[in-house]
């Protein structure tokens, strides 16, 4: 076989590869981990069922990729949100726009980050080993946005910046569950959490 023929085997598998990470996400996002079944995974990507498992172990395998992904691609994405603004933008400008970043991801652009929130309490210990260190990652993100704004005198300084991180996060992720775009707006949304932010912990 040729190189370029080799490249084009690859490049393939690669995309197949992705498409049933894809399938996953969006069935584990809507189905559950229970309900999540390697058969409806193949439909939604094309594939025969046997297929899966040249590319993943076990549907354990495949869960914990989406678990993992999930936490990671969202904590990507508000860095490079944080990294765009301006010089200029204060440490409050960045946590009401990690706020705006991290929700419309959850909610309206990955189905793996959608999966990993809603099936964080579902899956064994085992799969949560991975997502559970990308998350920590992204927890201390936020951790360093509040004490910079505390610093800057932006945060109320008896603010418990632990408390209010972790309360802000987990209101934040539990939209999955009840945010419904045809009674709210995610625009709204978005804002009420900002002045939920800016009031509850502003100085």
């Known amino acids: 076989m040729s190189q370029s023929s080799e490249d084009g085997a690859t490049a393939k598998s690669q995309r197949t590869r992705q498409r049933i990470l894809d399938a996953a996400a969006q069935v584990l996002s809507r189905k559950g981990y229970a309900g999540t079944r390697l058969t409806d995974v193949a439909d939604v990507a094309g594939v025969q069922a046997p297929a899966i498992y040249y590319y993943f172990g076990s549907r354990d395998d495949l869960v914990e990729e989406v678990m993992w992904a999930g936490a990671h691609r969202v904590r990507v994405h508000v860095e490079e949100v944080i990294a765009a603004l301006p010089d200029d ?115």
Do not use: K
């Open 89 to 203: 933008a204060t440490p409050l400008d960045r946590i009401l726009a990690a706020v705006d970043a991290h929700l419309r991801y959850e909610l309206q652009i990955s189905d793996y980050t959608t999966a990993s929130v809603r099936n964080a309490g579902q899956v064994p210990e085992h799969l949560r080993v991975r997502p559970a260190a990308e998350e920590a990652s992204y927890s201390r993100i936020w951790r360093d946005l509040f004490h910079a704004a505390q610093d800057a005198g932006q945060l109320r300084p008896d603010l418990d910046i632990n408390i209010f991180r972790l309360l802000l996060l987990g209101s934040m992720n539990w939209a999955v569950e009840w945010w419904n775009p045809r009674t709210r707006s995610l625009d709204d949304l978005v804002r009420q959490t900002q002045d939920l932010v800016r009031h509850g912990a502003g100085a």
